[in-house]
């Protein structure tokens, strides 16, 4: 089954705590990307990646960070510089830009506690 | 800078209803225009993608259009089902590619 799996569903962060939300494709893309979703604000854009050890700060990095060390896998991690980092997280992967249709995961839940 | 907008926010129908869903954009110079569904809590479903050059893409009871020089693009459902009451978001890439600028959706309800 051919897809992006994004592991936990939900996620409860304490306060100064780092947590890494995780984004596994199989597509063979070489694109991704982290989007947050807020209510009433739409999907805004964290970090994308076009290719293997390389990625590019988005709207809203201050407080994140990524990784692409393999094709297939890009870790998303929420550090404690993130003063509000309760949202919906959702990760995306494309066959190179975003002029090729995007697929995204089932998204994870991520609170503060 | 690119802006999407989706209009209604919420649209409420009763079964069987044909609807239109509507979403603009602000710069008409655009690689594609994609459509997606979302369900409560759950991530983004692709239902359609209209490349540039064309004007219309149909999948099962969905017809999604697209005209560049207006800005607009329609997504047309066709007898409307109790299934299909989810947010549908429409998203257009930036200039560069690099991301998926997204309206913040309309709010589907078909009701039984």
């Known amino acids: 089954d051919g897809g992006i799996t994004q592991s936990p569903k939900y996620l409860f962060r304490k306060e100064g705590q780092n947590v890494t939300l995780s984004c596994e494709q199989n597509?063979?893309?070489?694109?991704m990307y982290w989007y947050r979703q807020d209510p009433g604000q739409g999907l805004r854009l964290i970090y994308y990646?076009?290719?293997?050890?390389?990625?590019q700060k988005g709207d809203i990095a201050e407080g994140y960070s990524v990784s692409r060390e393999k094709k297939e896998s890009f870790p998303l991690t929420v550090t404690s510089a993130q003063k509000n980092p309760t949202a919906f997280y959702l990760c995306?992967?494309?066959?190179?830009?975003?002029?090729?249709?995007?697929?995204f995961g089932q998204g994870t839940r991520l609170t503060v506690v | 800078k690119q802006e999407v907008t989706q209009i209604p926010a919420a649209l409420s129908v009763p079964e069987g209803e044909n609807l239109v869903l509507n979403c603009s954009f602000t710069?008409?110079?655009?690689?594609?225009l994609q459509w997606f569904r979302q369900d409560p809590g759950k991530g983004l479903t692709s239902l359609l993608l209209?490349?540039?050059?064309?004007r219309e893409q149909t999948s099962g009871r969905l017809n999604a259009s697209l005209d560049k020089s207006s800005g607009r693009s329609t997504l047309y459902i066709a007898a409307s089902q109790p299934g299909d009451s989810a947010t549908y978001l429409c998203?257009?890439?930036?200039?560069?590619?690099?991301?998926?600028?997204f309206g913040k959706g309309t709010t589907l309800s078909v009701s039984s």
């Open positions: 998203a257009v890439p930036n200039q560069a590619g690099t991301a998926l600028i």
């Open positions: 209209i490349q540039s050059s064309q």
């Open positions: 597509l063979n893309h070489d694109a």
């Open positions: 995306a992967s494309s066959e190179q830009r975003f002029n090729t249709e995007a697929f």
């Open positions: 710069d008409s110079a655009i690689y594609n």
């Open positions: 990646s076009q290719i293997v050890n390389d990625f």
